[in-house]
């Protein structure tokens, strides 16, 4: 496991996030710790490259954080950043690619097929991290969209509902008394 990588993604995207030209806020770090977590726990209950998730995870959304421009294409734009920082490391090319197709095809709001279990668990941790921030869905929701009560919890609700439904049936069934929970306190 290269831990020089992954402690210099967690600073590198720490920072991103922390600046002022951020539009997502602090709140995208939190996302991104999220999909780490659950991204590195898919990884070992699917047998995936641990690795390659990880780095993926830290990476997956350096675009949008970096540049709100970039945000629609983020998954294209993201893995060309990602080449860059990894060359920088002296990072396997092959292994590069791998995280460059992993990038590409974690959207969700994207028809991406997943072709490798490294792909499924990053678009299913990505997917899986909204549960885990609630509270930046709900930010988003009534400060950043200035949505009233009923239209900022229809909102959120909407997005966990496509979270959920994004994920591979497999990550669906182990998550779907935690999405239930959630879509409980939220039905209030």
């Not at 080449?83 to 396997?92: F, M, V």
């Not at 009534?142 to 949505?147: A, I, K, S, T, W």
């Not at 966990?160 to 439904?165: D, K, P, Y």
Request: hydrophobic share 35%; with cysteine; net charge negative.
């Amino acid at each position: 496991m290269r831990n020089d990588i992954l402690n210099y993604l967690q600073g590198e995207l720490r920072h991103r996030c922390e600046q002022p030209s951020n539009r997502f806020g602090i709140g995208l770090y939190g996302h991104i710790e999220a999909v780490v977590k659950n991204g590195a726990l898919l990884a070992e209950r699917y047998g995936a490259d641990k690795e390659i998730v990880m780095i993926v995870a830290w990476l997956h959304d350096i675009a949008s954080a970096t540049d709100y421009s970039l945000y629609q294409d983020h998954h294209i734009h993201g893995a060309e950043m990602a080449r860059d920082i990894l060359l920088q490391w002296n990072y396997e090319t092959e292994r590069i690619e791998w995280v460059q197709r992993c990038i590409r095809n974690h959207r969700g709001s994207v028809s991406l097929d997943q072709e490798s279990v490294e792909e499924v668990c990053v678009a299913d941790a990505d997917a899986i991290s909204h549960f885990d921030s609630l509270p930046s869905l709900l930010y988003l929701a009534y400060r950043e969209r200035g949505m009233d009560f009923e239209e900022g919890r229809n909102f959120v609700k909407d997005k966990l509902e496509r979270s959920f439904q994004k994920l591979s049936p497999r990550s669906r069934e182990l998550y779907e008394n935690r999405y239930r929970q959630i879509m409980d306190i939220l039905n209030g």
